[in-house]
């Protein structure tokens, strides 16, 4: 049992050592040497719990994502406004995090197979609950209908948070209402009207 509670604790230290240090010097700058020196690891102690630098910063990202998630459990319970809000609490929220993840979902996952495939896994899963939560809002939407309609407000979600990410100034929260109000959804959210 303490040998387990070691684990965890060496775990949480490595990913608060890479939240630390992608936040201050972003994603290039980050080795996996200054993570378990700021960690005050071994690679050994690393590498048992991660299989690279990446796997670490995607799951800082991960957490990220999942502290603004309008229903963590997966229940059904969020509507395409409630995933929109999301989408933008994390890209305005989790600046550092949110720029870390397109660095790595768009720059290295045209180049590293395994990162386009963990990048592609979690855009699938994004989809589906924008659908979902679409043909929960009209059930009369057909199912290729709400997956084009999700595919849509994540394109354009994430051209906003490009935008939002290079200036600060812009309102992201403000033209991401505007995206879901004009989407064939027609703001079409019952419990946000």
């Known amino acids: 049992m303490a040998r387990y509670r070691v684990g965890l604790e060496t775990r949480e230290r490595i990913l608060a050592a890479t939240r630390t240090l992608v936040s201050e010097f972003g994603v290039e700058a980050v080795t996996l040497k200054a993570i378990t020196d700021e960690a005050g690891v071994g690679a050994g102690s690393f590498y048992n719990l991660f299989e690279s630098k990446e796997a670490a910063i995607f799951e800082v990202v991960r957490e990220a994502i999942e502290a603004v998630d309008p229903d963590p459990a997966g229940a059904g319970t969020d509507s395409l406004a409630d995933l929109v809000d999301a989408f933008v609490a994390f890209m305005t929220a989790a600046g550092p995090i949110a720029r870390i993840y397109l660095q790595l979902a768009v720059g290295r996952g045209l180049t590293d197979p395994a990162i386009g495939a963990r990048t592609l896994r979690s855009h ?32 354009g979600l994430t051209g906003l948070g490009i935008t939002s990410l290079l200036d600060p100034g812009f309102d992201m929260r403000a033209h991401a209402r505007r995206l879901l109000a004009g989407s064939d959804a027609g703001g079409g959210d019952p419990g946000r009207r």
């Open 124 to 155: 699938r899963r994004r989809v589906e609950r924008f659908a979902d939560a679409a043909r929960r809002a009209d059930p009369d939407l057909a199912p290729g209908d709400a997956q084009a309609l999700a595919e849509t407000l994540l394109a």
